[in-house]
């Protein structure tokens, strides 16, 4: 599968505990994006490297949220202190930058709930 | 603001018939304009997009109808089948990377 790998699939946890999330891109892909989303809702952009370098992150972002991309390749985010709130479908994409308006690729998706 | 609202909510068809799912938005430099289909359990995947220098982009039995002026545009499913089942969201686009604004999406469900 040349996809968008995210893994885990589900994760359930306590509230207060710390979750990291991982994001596989297609692997020749240098842009690499967070989204959340909500029951009933579109994604929420996140957050946004190219490469390595984290160039745009939403308000949304609290401090509490924290990626990654070291050398370029995979992903994380890390919650730190989950609240209730945070229960959501974490989701991954990845585009290759080109001209116009490049396709993003999404993953399936991790699936957090907090108890 | 950035926003794009996306109606209706859910929407349920006659295999055969037309879907017809409407979005508009206020930003008038967002300059792209695509739609995602997404399954259960699976992430959005790009549909159909179009930019606002053209009125109409169809694909297969899929068609984005677009009104520059009234800052509104569409998705047509033609020829409704129950494999097209599933959430749609449009989405707006502006700036030199894919940072996209979803609608809320349009759950849609083609009876047999």
């Known amino acids: 599968d040349t996809g968008v790998s995210q893994d885990p699939r589900h994760k359930i946890t306590k509230r207060g505990q710390n979750v990291t999330f991982r994001c596989d891109p297609i692997?020749?892909?240098?842009?690499l994006y967070w989204y959340r989303q909500t029951l009933g809702q579109g994604p929420e952009f996140l957050t946004y490297f190219q490469n390595e370098a984290q160039l745009e992150k939403s308000r949304l972002l609290s401090d509490r949220f924290s990626a990654e991309r070291p050398k370029g390749s995979f992903s994380t985010l890390e919650i730190q202190r989950t609240e209730q709130g945070d229960s959501a479908m974490y989701l991954c994409?990845?585009?290759?930058?080109?001209?116009?308006?490049?396709?993003?690729?999404f993953g399936s998706g991790t699936q957090l709930s907090v108890l | 603001q950035q926003q794009v609202k996306q109606s209706p909510q859910s929407l349920i068809v006659q295999k055969g018939g037309i879907s017809i799912i409407n979005c508009a938005y206020e930003n008038t430099a967002f300059d792209y304009f695509p739609w995602y289909q997404q399954f259960p359990g699976k992430g959005p995947a790009l549909l159909i997009a179009?930019?606002?220098?053209?009125s109409e982009k169809k694909e297969g039995r899929f068609t984005i109808s677009f009104n520059k002026s009234a800052k509104q545009f569409s998705l047509h499913i033609m020829d409704s089948q129950p494999g097209d089942s599933a959430t749609y969201f449009c989405a707006a686009l502006s700036g030199g990377y894919n940072k996209l604004i979803f609608g809320a999406g349009t759950r849609l469900a083609v009876h047999p």
């Open positions: 692997s020749e892909h240098n842009r």
């Open positions: 179009i930019r606002p220098d053209v």
């Open positions: 994409a990845s585009s290759l930058e080109g001209t116009g308006r490049e396709k993003l690729f």
